[in-house]
């Protein structure tokens, strides 16, 4: 009988690493039983609504550098891989009215995967946001 040699432990300490950073990130899917696949861009290109994106959480706070970010995580509970969505969010201030609007993006997410976004706010008085809807092309 032969002993692993060497190369043969690389090879195996390089597939285990390379299967647990394939794994990194993902969180066990969900059964989900009304997930409607993605939809399929407009004909034209524009954007169209993309089903099976599940809103997880989201806030708006400052950062690590003292900026007014929108903090939040978006979940893909459908069984497809979406190539790019983008979470669309108004922003309101303190009395309520609505002052612009926000949309993190991503590309290529994983079905049963979830995506951890931070953008920027410009609206400097802005203290809430709402989810309009979920876009992709």
């Known amino acids: 009988m032969k002993l692993a040699t ?3 432990y690389r090879l195996l ?3 285990v690493i390379v299967t647990l950073t394939a ?3 993902k969180t066990a899917p969900e059964q989900a039983t009304s997930a409607q696949p993605p939809q399929a861009a407009a004909p034209d290109g524009r954007k169209a609504a993309v089903a099976g994106l599940s809103l ?3 806030k708006i706070t400052r950062n690590s550098e003292g900026k007014l970010v929108i903090q939040g995580q978006v979940k893909n509970t459908s069984s497809k891989t979406i190539g790019h969505a983008e979470a669309e969010f108004k922003l309101f201030d303190k009395n309520g009215a609505a002052i612009g609007s926000v949309t993190p993006a ?3 997410l994983q079905a049963g995967f979830s995506w951890n976004f931070e953008t920027a706010i410009e609206q400097k ?3 809430s946001a ?4 979920f876009t992709g092309s």
């Open 106 to 108: 991503v590309d290529t």
């Open 6 to 8: 060497t190369s043969h």
């Open 125 to 127: 008085d802005a203290v």
């Open 56 to 58: 997880v959480e989201a």
């Open 130 to 133: 709402t989810l309009v809807g």
């Open 23 to 25: 794994a990194c990130n």
């Open 13 to 15: 300490i390089t597939a």
